[in-house]
């Protein structure tokens, strides 16, 4: 089992920054792949971004793409969702997923090839 938990959510005005942190427990960090998702009201669970075990392949919506940077710190077992100019459609709950355990440098885009989620972070961008 791997448990996650996520922090960093809030609310904050168009144009704002935001670093989402999602703490990992329970099996070896640095074996899973990991993601970022975000689900808006009324809205499917869309794919924000994914980093690789290692952290040397990432990818990222293209709604996001430029704005947004995923990391990971498999000391501290974190990974980071860093969110820079921020918009009113940026608006969800937040969760972080891992996927694996995986032996390769791939990252992941589809919900269904992660096994562990965490319970959601709320981010509000009001314009």
């Known amino acids: 089992q791997v448990q996650l938990v996520e922090s960093g959510g809030g609310l904050v005005q168009a144009g704002d920054s935001l670093r989402l942190s999602c703490a990992a427990s329970g099996r070896t960090f640095s074996n899973y792949a990991m993601g970022w998702f975000r689900q808006a009201p009324g809205k499917e669970r869309e794919f924000v971004g994914a980093i690789s075990r290692s952290g040397g392949s990432t990818g990222y919506a293209d709604s996001v793409k430029g704005r947004f940077t995923i990391s990971r710190d498999n000391v501290k077992n974190t990974v980071y969702l860093q969110m820079n100019s921020l918009k009113p459609e940026d608006t969800a709950v937040y969760y972080c997923?891992?996927?694996?355990?995986?032996?390769?440098?791939?990252?992941?885009?589809?919900?269904?090839?992660?096994?562990?989620w965490g319970q959601g972070t709320q981010v509000t961008v009001s314009s």
């Open positions: 997923a891992a996927a694996g355990p995986t032996y390769n440098s791939r990252y992941f885009t589809g919900s269904s090839e992660y096994n562990y």
